[in-house]
């Protein structure tokens, strides 16, 4: 069955980096866009930034955008997100996702159908 892994989260102060990392098995993972989102308490799953097949394409959200890199790794089935400078506001449990529909990147949730279990990232002040 498809599995999705998240590590890498956890307490750091503002402005400092964390890498986040997603583990996937059970599926052909080099064919299908990837993405990653968050949810912080009290709101809606947020699209962060997913990557194509290839790595080839990118997209963020625009509070993330030249703050945060998404990055593929095809060899090893797994998608990787380096956020720097981080703001209390980047607090949430992170998840990467899988979109197996073979189209465009898309940022909405519904759009993707396996999720992981999520990781928790809390910046403080």
């Known amino acids: 069955q498809v599995q999705l892994v998240e590590s890498g989260g956890g307490l750091v102060q503002a402005g400092r980096s964390l890498r986040l990392s997603c583990a996937a098995s059970?599926?052909?993972?080099?064919?299908?866009?990837m993405g990653w989102f968050r949810q912080a308490p009290g709101t809606g799953r947020e699209f962060v930034a997913a990557?194509?097949?290839?790595?080839?394409?990118?997209k963020y959200t625009d509070s993330v955008k030249g703050r945060f890199t998404i990055s593929r790794d095809n060899a090893k089935n797994t998608v990787d997100l380096q956020m720097n400078n981080l703001e209390p506001e980047d607090t949430a449990v992170y998840y990467c996702?899988?979109?197996?529909?073979?189209?465009?990147?898309?940022?909405?949730?519904?759009?993707?159908?396996?999720w992981g279990q999520g990781t928790q990232v809390t910046v403080s002040s």
């Open positions: 996702a899988v979109d197996r529909l073979l189209s465009a990147i898309s940022t909405m949730a519904r759009a993707y159908d396996y």
């Open positions: 990557i194509n097949w290839s790595g080839g394409i990118t």
């Open positions: 059970g599926l052909p993972f080099s064919r299908y866009t």
